[in-house]
């Protein structure tokens, strides 16, 4: 008994489980557990293994009872050797571990939080998915370690070693270098531009951001031709005037990005999302936009998407006012509340039988193209230019076409019922076949006088002038129409009612 009635701790040997004589674990002790040690027993069992073996450290731990993933959380472990390690999701907070070999270790997933890794050799280990937040990474060789995904906010890493390394998806706000960090390219860029330091060389041509997280960064009139962007995060960056032409901008994010005049021409967009994004003057020439791109809400004003490819883009309550489409493949888009104001369509390919309606195309130009089946129902066209386009079966029914420019217009089958052509101008216009029940037209409407005729048949307007000889009249309903006296010689009249 002690002096104070109470038996005495056998604190050294439960702990260590030492045999002196064999210098082997006692088989007799059961392992220990970190709810049943102090931080200070676990340092001692720690110290006496150090001592014991520097090859075999990890094994021993666990032989004893330690749990490697949870008991080393504040202790000391400086100049360990723990090559090679599999700590995958250990909790490691606030460890030192300076000058410790941690070469080829598993540290994904891990707990590296305010650890003190000065001088530690990193080299070849796997810390995706880390959180090194506060760590001290002072001179420590992190020579193609593998920090994907990592968090190194606020890390120090002066003189550090980062030849080689993987810094796909890293969190780098608040990172620490110096003139001494050794960084590939170009990363000592990225992270002085993504901690707000004045750089006057933005060139990144060629660069491989793959995944970066660079939200909000600063990227102004930025040189990032040809760079890999993929997957990378550049939500409310700034990129104003910023060359990524030829960038691989796939599955990307640039929600409420500044993209204004910048340079996107023939750059890959394939599932990008632009929602929110200010385009206004971008140039995305020949630019791939497949794979169900979003660019909802976001301002192409005056935009340049000549020859771009969108396929099942969603522009719902996009602003495309001035916009240039010319020759751009449009398939399957979503233009819900979209502005398309004086946007140029002009030999735009289109697909069969898309929703265009109830939207504003007010003095848009579709000269030229080829439309099968859209429904312009409801939309506004007015003082629209569809010079010479090839119009089947199109449902123009209760669209605003005054004033519209319809000259040399094939018109096939087009459902004209409730539409307003007050003022349009349709001479050399092909309206054979269409429907005309309904139509609003006024004197300043230019239409060649036998349809003119027609439509006042149609609408059961009163006219004299009867002669329809000569017109094509094929597939017209004539129903409950008042033709007394009309004139037909030669007219065409086949598949007519």
């Known amino acids: 008994m002690s002096d104070s009635g109470q038996p005495p701790r056998r604190r050294r040997r439960r702990n260590s489980a030492f045999d002196d004589e064999s210098n082997h674990p006692d088989q007799s002790t059961q392992p220990q557990h970190q709810g049943q040690l102090t931080r200070t027993e676990r340092q001692e069992i720690v110290d006496l293994l150090r001592q014991e073996s520097a090859d075999n450290f990890l094994k021993r731990a666990r032989e004893i009872g330690l749990n490697p993933a949870t008991d080393f959380a504040e202790l000391n472990l400086s100049g360990v050797n723990l090559s090679p390690a599999s700590l995958q999701g250990a909790d490691l907070t606030g460890v030192n571990l300076s000058q410790a070999n941690l070469s080829n270790a598993e540290l994904n997933n891990a707990n590296l939080s305010q650890t003190n890794l000065q001088q ?74 993504f901690n707000n330091q004045v750089t006057e060389d933005l060139d990144l041509r060629n660069a491989n951001l793959n995944q970066a997280k660079l939200t909000n960064a600063n990227l102004q009139q930025a040189n990032l031709q040809r760079s890999n962007l993929s997957s990378v995060d550049l939500s409310g960056a700034n990129l104003k005037e910023a060359n990524l032409s030829n960038a691989n901008l796939y599955h990307a994010k640039l929600t409420n990005a500044n993209l204004q005049q910048a340079n996107l021409q023939q750059s890959n967009l394939s599932s990008v999302d632009l929602s929110g994004a200010n385009l206004k003057e971008a140039n995305l020439s020949n630019a791939d936009l497949t794979g169900n791109p979003n660019l909802s809400q976001a301002n192409l004003q005056q935009a340049d998407l000549s020859n771009a490819y969108l396929n099942g883009a969603n522009l719902t309550d996009a602003t495309l006012e001035d916009a240039n489409l010319q020759h751009a493949r449009l398939h399957n888009l979503k233009l819900q509340g979209a502005k398309c104001d004086r946007a140029n369509f002009q030999n735009a390919r289109f697909p069969q039988e898309d929703d265009f309606s109830h939207i504003s195309f007010k003095g848009a130009n579709f000269a030229n193209v080829s439309l099968y089946k859209l429904d312009f129902s409801h939309s506004d066209l ?77 609408n059961h307007q009163v006219t004299e002038d009867l002669d329809l000889s000569n017109a094509n009249l094929s597939s017209q309903d004539f129903q409950g129409m008042n033709l007394a006296g009309a004139n037909l010689q030669s007219t065409r009249l086949s598949k007519s009612i």
Do not use: M
């Open 382 to 458: 007015s003082h629209a230019n569809f010079e010479q386009a090839y119009l089947v079966q199109v449902n123009f029914s209760n669209a605003n076409l005054q004033q519209a420019n319809l000259q040399k217009v094939y018109l096939g089958l087009a459902n004209l019922s409730h539409t307003n052509l007050k003022g349009a101008n349709l001479q050399g216009a092909e309206l054979s076949e269409v429907r005309l029940e309904g139509t609003i037209i006024d004197a300043q409407t230019q239409l060649d006088p036998t349809w003119r005729k027609i439509w006042a048949i149609f």
């Open 120 to 193: 530690t050799d990193l080299s070849n280990a796997n810390l995706n998915n880390a959180n090194l937040n506060n760590a001290n990474l002072q001179q420590a060789n992190l020579q193609k370690v593998n920090l994907s995904h990592a968090n190194l906010s606020y890390t120090n890493l002066k003189g550090a070693n980062l030849r080689g390394a993987d810094l796909q998806g890293v969190i780098l706000q608040g990172t620490i270098i110096d003139a001494q960090t050794q960084l590939d390219h170009p990363w000592r860029k990225i992270l002085a531009i």
